[in-house]
């Protein structure tokens, strides 16, 4: 046996030794290795660390135009893949509107990170839109918003001119056919409002249930009114007990016909709740479409009436069951809405 093995073997414990001595001799070994294997532990950490790439934070680009987006990419060591698309704002073009990873994501130095850039509104040219109904044009638009963002509005109060043309046709449009669009536009409208000067003659409504008496007068847009009064002796409660104009007289178009309905009884009425919903709405340059409806408890909605509405007071009969929600619309505004209640 060579001297360093002499020399190993007498550090390692031996059975023949003292059980003390190879109690100590096992304890310091036993901290040598300890020590031996923190050490490589560290070290191999302290490797994978140094080649490991830096960790950095992905930015929050949308809403910045490209230029400022690349200039913050850089600066945290990342790169840009750029994907082209439309978006629903005109104004939006040449902005970031999405990326992947999303705002917040740990990712390594030197990695790519997908930059959604705005081309702009798909929609270049204006249309044509003389000959068109108002409320057609409305609604187009609306379809629009939920297509491409707001691209269009209509310039407000439209102006309006006496035409042979059906109320609400549009005459005229500023900017012009063929314009370009690079931003959200405001059309400029001239619409009928009806031949001048006519009229109509006032039929007998007496008698009718107020529903078929709505149904009749939105046909032809007439706008009107509802009071109610106490059911008396041979009335039926929901019916025209009174009626102005009169029957037969000739009123200009637009004129208010105003009825009087019997209010129903208890019996007549159920555990339904009746009344007559009255708002007063701005005058309007050319009537407006305007929708009542009614949204039972459960959600269910059962219209009314639909019609174009001159403004002023508008009434809106109901016998519906308590917490209906009676509701009115006008265009893109917020609806007016009222809750029925029995005790009111």
Known sequence: MGPVAHKIKNI??????DPEKRYF??????????IFLMAAAGI???????????LTMVPNLEGVDLENALISLEERALFASIQLRYSNDPGDK???VGQDPVPGTSVKANSRILLKVSKGSPIENLDDFTGWDLDDLEAHLRSMVNIYGPLLSIKRPVVSVYDESPTGTILEQK??????LS?????DLVVSRGPFGQTHVVLDYGGMAYPEVITSVVKTNIPFMFTSSPKKRGDV???????????DEVVPVGTILQFEIAEPDEQESGDLVFGILERTLPEYEVPVRLIAEAVSPLGVVKPIFSMRHPGGIVTVPYLEPEDTQIRIIIGDQSPITYTVRADE
């Open 94 to 96: 040449g902005m970031v």
């Open 237 to 247: 409660g929901g019916t025209v007990v009174s009626q102005s104009p009169p029957v």
């Open 44 to 54: 191999t950490a302290f490797v994978i660390t140094i080649q490991s790439d830096e």
């Open 175 to 180: 900017p012009e056919p063929g314009t370009q």
């Open 12 to 17: 390692l414990p031996n059975k023949n030794e």
């Open 183 to 187: 931003e959200l536009t405001a059309l």
């Open 25 to 34: 001799k096992t304890i310091v070994l036993l901290c040598i290795g300890i």
